[in-house]
């Protein structure tokens, strides 16, 4: 059976001096799979358009911003993670540059800068937490991760840079 997981993207946008990221609190829809839950901004990757066009729509539809500094900061395999099992194949982006003015809130919930220090202190996907600091290290090799989800946790974390 081939393997078809869906594709999406998850992006990170930094403060002008480097120090928080744009997160949202996905509060605003009760059958939401991430109620609750901290996280970058992202989605779904449509038919018509490449990870990058998926990332700008998404930060855009989302946030109100424009990414002007995108950088590939790594990718996951998450078998089993969607409320029915789904596996995803995520494209992780740090935006280190951004034109426009944030908004507060958007369908999926409300918008806020969160310093990177305090991260480990929101409520988020407990694989959220292996993978991020990859995100905001100086390594400038993309990591390449395999994290199998089962029961809405993360069963074991694996990557590699080249």
Known sequence: MPYTPIVGVLGYVLSPD???TLLIHRNQRP?????????GLGGKMRPNESV???LRREIREE???ECDDIR???TINWTGFGP???NWLGF???IDRFHGTCRKRCGEGTLAWHPLSDLDRLPMWEGDRHFLPLVFDDD?????GYMPYANGRPLSWHYERL
């Open 18 to 20: 480097g120090s928080r």
């Open 31 to 39: 059958e939401d799979h991430h109620l609750g839950k901290y996280n």
């Open 52 to 54: 990058i066009a998926c």
């Open 63 to 65: 946030a109100g911003i």
């Open 72 to 74: 590939l900061r790594g």
């Open 84 to 86: 029915a099992g789904e």
């Open 92 to 94: 992780i982006f740090r």
């Open 140 to 144: 400038p090799r993309p990591f390449h």
